[in-house]
């Protein structure tokens, strides 16, 4: 089973990807938020809150892949 991690502007979201009989799916298990915020005059990301996020997901990917009877071999961060 496999995390993805898809990063946009100021969102992300987390999947587990797994092969079934039926095919390839995929189920978002966490999605977040981390917008820029001002600092020192000039926006930046808020990098703890992005990581935050992206800790949260990958333990809701690994929680989900357990409950399919598996574990987490490989990530994938789409930026």
């Given at each position: 089973?496999?995390?993805?991690?898809?990063?946009?502007?100021?969102?992300g979201?987390?999947?587990?990807?797994?092969?079934?009989?039926?095919?390839?799916?995929?189920?978002?298990?966490?999605?977040?938020?981390?917008?820029?915020?001002?600092?020192?005059?000039?926006?930046?990301?808020?990098?703890?809150?992005?990581?935050?996020?992206?800790?949260?997901?990958?333990?809701?990917?690994?929680?989900?892949?357990a409950?399919f009877?598996?574990?987490?071999?490989?990530?994938?961060?789409?930026?």
């Amino acid at each position: 089973m496999y995390a993805a991690i898809d990063l946009g502007a100021g969102s992300g979201r987390a999947f587990l990807g797994r092969v079934t009989p039926h095919g390839l799916a995929l189920d978002e298990v966490h999605r977040f938020t981390y917008a820029p915020r001002v600092c020192d005059g000039h926006l930046r990301w808020d990098v703890a809150r992005l990581f935050d996020g992206l800790q949260t997901g990958l333990a809701a990917a690994r929680r989900s892949a357990a409950e399919f009877g598996g574990r987490l071999r490989s990530v994938g961060v789409d930026a």
